[in-house]
């Protein structure tokens, strides 16, 4: 079947709600079903093994670990990198301050001072403005998070030179680094700079295998030997520990292979979206900011909405998220070609060059 059902059983044949919504294809399933296993929490999962092994490869850390979702990867990164009341510093429209249900202050403990970036890319001298003196009453601060790309950004790219300006003034503060790289590959593919170099400086990095990969499940972690040990703990206390997770592994295996250069086309047809866009009077959006496969724009000056232009989309079958009053987001992935993605496009103009009824 070509698209799939919405929770209320409308269906869906253009799907841009994220990258989040492919199936796994006949190969990724078959893959699946043929994957060597054993019992992940005691490392006897072989397909597992070789699968952080990879990532540890491509990311150019010591080891890595396989968990159940980036959200977790968070969420256990943050953990043992602060103790209690520690402070992490991340852009403002951070996944982990905005949509992973308050998860840092109940797990890690740790609030978050959020810095007011541009396009979810912050720089090193709001890092520096954030740092603070050491007295009791002020909280000792821990970590810098930094979004690769930035979600809400709009799948705006970090560049090595920002990333390298930032660390500067981490390091130098004590703090150290972490990279939310849900979509670390999207910058690697549309850049040419390898996801080692983007992680150089990191001391925790994951990548997701459930967005653009288009796995069923997962992410993956990496860091030192001794970081990703005390991860272990955490992946064990939240309940990610596994059994047969082969299963699920050989499916970040096969899209390693497979699914990683082709993003270059949900790129090209992220930038097509928004050029479409981009000719409706009363949408703002600049396609020369659309980098990767995330296109985020507003509405207010059409008239419409953002949740009434989304559900008038709906009743033609498309997706594409209201993430405010007159915020709107379009995810391209391997699940929406360029045929549709120009359908859904021509279809949201169509919309928001009338006035909402
Ligand atoms: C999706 C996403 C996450 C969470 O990953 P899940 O696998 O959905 O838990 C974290 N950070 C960013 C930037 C994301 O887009």
Redesign the pocket.
């Known amino acids: 079947m070509v698209g799939g059902l919405a929770a209320d059983g409308r269906v869906i044949r253009i799907d841009l709600g ?1 990258d ?1 919504k492919t199936r796994p294809t006949q190969a990724m399933r078959q893959a699946m079903a043929m994957a060597e296993v054993g019992d992940e929490q005691v490392g006897e999962d072989p397909t597992t093994r070789v699968l952080e092994e990879r990532v540890a490869a491509l990311l150019g850390k010591e080891a890595a670990l396989f968990t159940p ?6 969420q256990i990164a943050l953990a043992v990198l602060c103790r209690a009341g520690e402070e992490v510093i991340a852009d403002k429209t ?3 301050g905005n ?2 249900s308050g998860g840092v202050s109940v797990v890690a403990r740790a609030p978050i001072r959020e810095l007011d970036g541009r396009r979810g890319i912050f720089t090193a001298d709001q890092v520096k403005a954030a740092l603070r003196h050491p007295v009791r009453h002020a909280p000792l601060q821990r970590v810098v998070s930094i ?1 690769q ?3 809400l950004g709009g799948g705006s790219i970090w560049t090595l030179p920002e990333i390298a300006a930032v660390a500067e003034v981490a390091r130098g503060a004590g703090l150290l680094l972490h990279m ?1 790289g ?2 670390l590959l999207n910058a690697v593919v549309e850049s040419g700079v390898s996801a080692q170099a983007y992680a150089a400086q990191m001391d925790s990095v994951w990548i ?1 295998l ?2 653009g990969l288009g796995c069923p499940v ?2 993956v972690m990496a860091g030192s030997r001794d970081f990703i040990e005390d991860c272990w703990r955490w992946k064990q206390r939240l309940g990610g520990a596994l059994r047969q997770s082969g299963i699920l592994a050989a499916a970040g295996i096969y899209a390693l292979d497979n699914h990683v250069d082709r993003m270059k086309d949900d790129h090209a047809n992220a930038r097509a979206f928004a050029g479409v866009l981009a000719q409706v009077p009363g949408i703002a959006i600049d396609p020369a900011n659309v980098q990767t496969n995330v296109i985020v724009f507003d509405v207010a000056n059409t008239g419409w909405r953002a949740p009434d232009l989304s559900e008038k989309l709906l009743e033609k079958g498309i997706r594409v998220g209201a993430m405010g009053p007159t915020q709107m987001r379009a995810v391209t992935h391997l699940d929406v070609d360029r045929a549709s993605t120009t359908e859904a496009a021509e279809a949201l103009a169509a919309l928001a060059s009338k006035r909402p009824a």
């Open positions: 994220s989040t979702s980036g959200t977790m990867c968070n951070a996944h982990i949509f992973e979004e790309t930035s979600n939310d849900a979509r997701d459930s967005k997962g992410a």
